[in-house]
Structure formats: structure tokens, C-alpha cells
């Protein structure tokens, strides 16, 4: 129960202490929608863009339209979180406060600045948003470390992703104001992170693999 002149969180646990706390202002389908429309538009960009580039692959083409997707997810939506503490406080409908407080009802821990949760997203944008942006351009270029850039990234999404499921399930897995959010927020969100880097890391392994093959055969030829 909240306190007299607060007022009262929608997240689970109940009891947690969000002093200063303001309700979203946007309805969900604002919040979620405006996301996916930013997302198509700025895949869209890329995929159109990436038709001019000269022989390459539609395979190609799909691959940067999901770096660019989540090199910005990772940069501008994680990156709000990890640098904006009070992101529930705010008192104005900015766009960015209100895809946390939303995103808080299927896992509290957002909310609550667990530090484990805000350790992850920190190095997710600090770290592997800027390299997906860089990624892009490998593919864009053709750059001999595109496969090893895209396999690295990949890894460490997985990585993040598992850490992320595994410390909620350490400490109870209670996050989620109801079973709605819990799948639609904390699974199926986060499963793009779990499924299209395994995708991406068994591509990459395996073009990786084929080059060195390659190259001890040729190498085998001229000795």
C-alpha cells in the first residue's frame, strides 16, 4: 500500500518502494506502436538502401536490417534506461520514460534499478549497440571481419539474454504485475535475443569454418 500523498505503482512485488512515482501517460498501444513503427521505418531505410548495394545477398540485406534494429534498441531505448535512474518520476509524457514504466509491469526489476538488470543494459549500450552500427557497415563494405564481428556480438547477446532470465529465476521470478506481461514483455520480447542470435552465431560459425577450410586447402595445393 502506498503511503499517504504517494501514489500507488501498478508493479509486482506490491510492497516495492517507488517514492515520487508517476503513472504513464500514454496508453500501451501509443507506446508500443510508436516502437514498432520506429523500427519498421528505420528497417525499412536500411533494406532499401542495401538494395543498392552492389552483389549483395538478400541474406545480407536481412542481417543489417536487424543490426540496425537492435543497435538502436540497444543504444537509444536501453541507453535511456541505464542513464536515467528517475525515469519513473517523470511528470511529463516523454516517450522513452513511458516504454519503461510499461515495460516495468513484466519485469519490475526496471523499475526497481536492480543492479544486475542495469549492469547488463549498461554494457548492452555502451558496448554492443555501437559495435552492431559498426557490424552494419562490415556487411555494407564487405569487410573481411564481418562474420567474426557478427559471431562476437552475437554471443554476448546470448550471453546477456541468459544472465538476464537466469538472475530473475534465482530471485523468485515475481516481476510481472500478471501473466500477460510476463509473456508478452519478459518472454516473447526478449526471445528475439535468444533465438536470432543463435541463428546468427551458427551462420557466422559456420562461414568462419568454410574460410579456414578453404585456406589450408590452399595452402595444402602450393606446399
Known sequence: MANVGEVEHPYVPRDLKLPGFVPAFLPPSTIVG?????????????????????????????????????????????????????????????????????????????????????????????????????????????????????????????YGTIVYFLTSYLDGDNFAASWFYYYAYYVLANAFWVLIPTAISVHCWKRICEAIKDQDLKKTKTS
Request: hydrophobic share 50%; proline share 2%; with cysteine.
Open 34 to 158: 510508436a516502437y514498432l513503427l520506429a523500427s519498421l521505418l528505420a528497417v525499412s531505410i536500411v533494406w532499401i538502401g542495401s538494395g543498392r548495394i552492389h552483389k549483395i545477398s538478400k541474406l545480407d540485406r536481412i542481417l543489417m536490417c536487424w543490426w540496425i534494429f537492435t543497435g538502436l534498441t540497444h543504444m537509444v531505448l536501453e541507453g535511456y534506461f541505464v542513464f536515467t535512474p528517475d525515469f519513473y518520476k517523470k511528470t511529463t509524457p516523454v516517450y522513452l520514460a513511458e516504454v519503461w514504466k510499461e515495460y516495468s509491469k513484466g519485469d519490475s526489476r526496471y523499475a526497481a534499478r536492480d543492479s544486475g538488470v542495469v549492469s547488463i543494459e549498461g554494457v548492452t549500450a555502451v558496448l554492443e549497440g555501437p559495435f552492431c552500427l559498426l557490424t552494419l557497415f562490415a556487411i555494407a563494405a564487405k569487410k573481411s571481419y564481418r562474420y567474426v564481428i557478427q559471431l562476437a556480438i552475437s554471443l554476448g547477446q546470448l
